[in-house]
């Protein structure tokens, strides 16, 4: 009953920018620590970049200095800005979000949850 929706991914030239959203939408008591990863073909999901619901952020060495994770909590959306986009960064970007939900007894369990990905595509 929770839902994660990505947006924004397409077909940039390297150097260009983007901007991804993600949007958890359903039964959400609250949302802890949101992210974004990345999995290139025949490589690993690996983390891009995440924030906490205080606005802590931490990022992979490789994209500091370009992209910058950021959230809304009245909107329940988390955005990855990508500047300077190299022809590496191009993989399917998947939306993460650690929610916190009401159980069927009354009570809060978090879980995790991903979004459907969304490709990202940095032409040299």
């Known amino acids: 009953q929770v839902q994660l929706v990505e947006s924004g991914g397409g077909l940039v030239q390297a150097g260009g920018s983007l901007r991804l959203s993600c949007a958890a939408s359903?039964?959400?008591?609250?949302?802890?620590?949101m992210g974004w990863y990345r999995q290139a073909p025949g490589k690993q999901r690996e983390l891009v970049a995440a924030?906490?619901?205080?606005?802590?952020?931490n990022y992979a060495d490789s994209v500091k200095g370009r992209f910058t994770i950021s959230r809304d909590n009245a909107k329940n959306t988390v955005y990855l800005q990508m500047n300077s986009l190299k022809p590496e960064d191009t993989a399917v970007y998947y939306c993460?979000?650690?929610?916190?939900?009401?159980?069927?007894?009354?009570?809060?369990?978090?879980?995790?949850?991903w979004g459907q990905g969304t490709q990202v595509t940095v032409s040299s």
């Open positions: 993460n979000a650690r929610i916190v939900v009401v159980t069927t007894r009354g009570g809060l369990d978090e879980y995790a949850y």
């Open positions: 924030i906490t619901s205080g606005g802590s952020t």
């Open positions: 359903g039964s959400i008591f609250s949302i802890n620590a």
